[in-house]
């Protein structure tokens, strides 16, 4: 603060800290304490809020729990409610989604970071970016005609040989978690990237020098040196991809419920602000819960992942 | 069991830059060999070839008789001391020095025996569980030591491992690393810049400039022998004299300068008219009269107290400026600054010498 001060002077410092403060306050928290509040509060005419019926409980809360389903989880049939089935199935997939990604980003990070020549690397940033700069929607949708059943991956897959008849890709999850890894395997790249570009090369080649196999140094070496990376990135693709409303909207089936729809629903359709607050804050609190996990699990801190 | 090391006219070009030029050097089993030389001479690459993680353009690089072409680094039975030591900060001392072993398969309650006893060889008895982190230089150091000989290498690689120590662990450490390499037997091939540490540590050192060997001998003959004026004031201090050789015999020649002429020992490669002599400071003597031959009137211009030796400079009536250096034992007079006296020295201590191997050859 002090170092803030002396370096920008007291103007420019004040205004950046008001701008930061403004952000903070009115755009981030002031809001969602608003929503925090409302989930509480029933739905109700505007004739009766403020009445005697507006009063605090957990109601909006307990309406995940409304009507039954069959689901096998793990092989044991139970009955769920379907909101808390697409709830689970959210969270299993956005955790699917992330690990799939890592597996994706990490062989290419690591070839970003130590193999290739530091001359062809702004070639190759720009090549991951492009995409970026086509809108989120018009990229979800070309997923979507590439995926169809006559579509062009389709045509390729029978003109190559590789199948008979055209595969149904749109059903199911595996669009959305196509799409999903599209749209966020950069924010898994680029944390790990940074951490392993921080890795001294000597450590990689002194691994090897005492006779370590190409997977052991990556094992021993450079994962635990990439252990904060990962875990931001894994923050980060999870979170998002929990919180995505347009890739499941737009590629997914009708079998495969996100549970933004289910709050997309209650807010937009059944114009329940109350009740989609509730559930809004149940995805965010159960998702921070299972991140919280996942970082105990592996032994990261939260300081590491600010780095 | 340690093996020796044939560099066979061995070859490294990076694009049109040649940073190593068709060396030849046999390194003994057992024996404690140095590279010598400025930086961006070629002694780096040389080490990266041996322990395999550059291929050499051409020539052919054996350990222990066998041609390595082809063999990565983990299969060659060096081990390489890294510049900065690249330590596995993540690890434990113990599971640093013992990683070689788990590479091979061993045990974990072998492993962590077998680092104690490493760790006791390099001194640092009980440090097994400490991080890295936790170590000083000195101690860091001692632990990469310890880690490459975990795996038993029959050849042992260190890349200036001493120049991040301060002066005085520096010293300590040439002593040990001395120590630990007669202890092993292993051969230790040594690259620095840092001519003190190659003479006090080699058993033979290799004087390395622009790609090419200039001379491979004892560290007494580097220094008191060298064969061309590279090395001759690359390892120590030099009086140099320029000039044009006559009356060439029995390996002896006569030097014409424009200070006088001098007498000394010839190379036969020093030929043609700009040729320079090589005397060591320890060889210029003073005296008050002329002395019979490579004498010249001189004023003394500057004294320094070293301690242990006397530096002082004096510059010729023809204007060339030269330093001898006396011992402060007492048993030569330590001239004033402004005296008049003659120097002088023995042409058997001195040398006509050529260039260096890049010129002509």
């Not at chain 1, 979507?144 to 199911?172: C, F, H």
């Not at chain 2, 001391?81 to 001392?93: D, G, R």
């Not at chain 2, 400079?313 to 060339?320: E, R």
């Amino acid at each position: 603060m002090q170092a803030l001060f002396e370096r920008y002077g007291s103007g420019l410092a004040a205004a950046i800290l008001l701008l930061t403060a403004f952000w903070l306050l009115i755009l981030l928290i002031l809001p969602n304490i608003t929503m925090f509040e409302s989930s509480f509060r029933p739905y109700l005419p505007v004739v009766d809020v403020g009445g005697p019926k507006d009063t605090y409980s957990i109601n909006n809360y307990m309406r995940i729990f409304g009507g039954d389903v069959p689901m096998s989880i793990f092989g044991f049939e139970v009955t769920i409610a379907p909101r808390v089935k697409v709830f689970l199935l959210t969270i299993f997939y956005s955790a699917v989604v992330t690990v799939i990604t890592f597996i994706m980003a990490y062989p290419l990070a690591f070839y970003l970071a130590k193999i290739v020549s530091p001359r062809s690397l702004p070639t190759l940033f720009l090549l991951l970016f492009i995409p970026l700069w086509v809108s989120e929607i018009l990229r979800s949708f070309a997923w979507w005609i590439i995926l169809a059943l006559k579509g062009p991956l389709n045509v390729v897959l029978m003109s190559l040989g590789i199948i008979d008849t055209e595969i149904r890709w749109i059903s199911g999850f595996s669009p959305v978690i196509i799409g999903l890894i599209y749209t966020y395997v950069l924010f898994m790249l680029f944390p790990l990237y940074n951490a392993m570009q921080s890795l001294d090369s000597n450590q990689i080649e002194a691994a090897e020098d005492l006779g370590s196999p190409w997977w052991r140094t990556h094992w021993r070496v450079i994962l635990p040196h990439a252990k904060p990376g990962i875990a931001s990135g894994a923050v980060m693709v999870f979170m998002l991809s929990a919180g995505s409303l347009l890739v499941p909207s737009l590629l997914g089936s009708t079998t495969s419920g996100w549970f933004t729809q289910t709050i997309q629903g209650v807010m937009l359709e059944e114009q329940d602000w109350n009740t989609g607050a509730a559930f809004a804050f149940m995805l965010l609190f159960v998702c921070t819960v299972f991140v919280t996990l996942m970082m105990r699990v592996f032994g990261v801190k939260l300081s590491d992942i600010a780095k | 069991m340690s093996a020796g090391i044939d560099l066979d006219n061995v070859v490294c070009d990076f694009g049109r830059f040649r940073a190593v030029d068709k060396v030849n050097v046999n390194i003994q089993p057992g024996e404690f060999f140095s590279f010598l030389g400025p930086s961006g001479c070629g002694k780096t690459t040389i080490l990266r070839m041996i322990s395999g993680f550059i291929e050499p353009t051409g020539g052919v690089v054996r350990i222990g008789g066998k041609d390595m072409k082809g063999q990565r680094p983990n299969q060659r039975p060096t081990a390489l001391i890294f510049q900065n030591l690249a330590l596995f900060p993540l690890m434990p001392v113990w599971e640093n020095i013992s990683f070689g072993l788990e590479v091979r398969g061993v045990d974990k309650v072998r492993r962590r025996a077998r680092a104690e006893e490493l760790l006791n060889l390099v001194d640092l008895p009980g440090a097994g569980d400490k991080m890295i982190s936790q170590l000083s230089g000195g101690q860091k150091q001692r632990v990469a030591i310890a880690r490459a000989l975990a795996v038993e290498p029959q050849v042992m690689l260190l890349d200036e491992p001493l120049s991040a120590l301060d002066l005085k662990l520096r010293q300590n450490m040439r002593a040990e690393l001395r120590a630990i390499q007669k202890r092993t037997g292993v051969t230790f091939v040594f690259i620095t810049h840092d001519q003190g540490e190659a003479l006090a540590m080699s058993d033979r050192v290799g004087v390395m400039s622009h790609g090419k060997l200039q001379q491979v001998a004892n560290p007494r003959d580097i220094y008191n022998n060298p064969v061309n004026g590279f090395v001759a004031s690359f390892v120590g201090e030099n009086n140099i004299f320029s000039g044009e050789v006559q009356n060439a015999a029995d390996g002896f020649a006569q030097l014409k300068t424009a200070h006088g002429a001098f007498r000394a020992r010839m190379e036969p490669a020093a030929r043609g008219t700009n040729v320079k002599l090589y005397v060591r400071p320890e060889h210029m003597k003073f005296s008050g009269t002329p002395g019979a031959e490579n004498s010249v009137p001189v004023t003394i211009t500057e004294v320094m107290f070293e301690g242990n030796f006397i530096s002082v400079q004096a510059i010729t009536d023809t204007g060339l400026h030269v330093t001898s250096e006396l011992r402060n034992d007492g048993s030569v007079a330590i001239p004033d600054v402004g005296t008049r006296l003659h120097v002088s020295f023995d042409a058997g201590r001195a040398a006509i010498l050529p260039d260096s191997a890049t010129a002509g050859s």
